[in-house]
């Protein structure tokens, strides 16, 4: 009897955990940003600013969420937006390109916030940090990839991508962009 208890004690806590490691990671797919979903309310930073969901309503809006290491990942298409249309440009889509601090901890976040500043300033782009995490939470971002996320002017989410777009994949983004801007 005791040897059946010892079975059960050892394989007890290895299901559970395996039980609550799937039920995390459905909730947590459950629970991502997809199209047909209303923007959760956020606030970002940058050097001398802050942008909230409320600065953009009524707008489209064009997100892109990075990290240091996925900023070059989208560049096309990053490109190909900031070519038609510019940050400045009201009639245009709001461009909000965001860039993870978060995960560095103490005087590195600084340290993030500064670079993100001099990017800013060398590509004269407003370009805002979430220094909390609280958009990275409630967008439930993928890490790691350069995750776009594009909303109609109702802040209703109409594309969401993680990792790389094609030059297909890029097309077809500013074409949805132009179609929302003329709505």
Known sequence: ????????????????CAAALFLFVSQTAAFALQPGDTLPPFTVQAEKSSLSSKDIAGRVAVISYETKGTAEVN????????QRWRQ?????PAIVPVINCFSFFGFARSICANRVAAAAKKENLI???DSDGRMFNDFKITDDQSNIIILDK????R????????????QAAVQLIERLVRE
Do not use: C, E, W
Request: proline fraction near 4%; hydrophobic fraction near 35%; avoid cysteine.
């Open 159 to 170: 594309f969401v991508h993680a990792g790389r777009l094609d030059d297909a994949g890029v």
């Open 1 to 16: 009897m005791n040897s059946r208890y010892r079975q059960y004690h050892y394989a007890g806590p290895g299901s559970v």
């Open 75 to 82: 560049r096309p298409f990053k490109r190909a937006v900031l």
């Open 154 to 157: 109702k802040a209703v989410v």
């Open 127 to 129: 370009i805002y940090t």
């Open 88 to 92: 400045s440009d009201s009639s245009g």
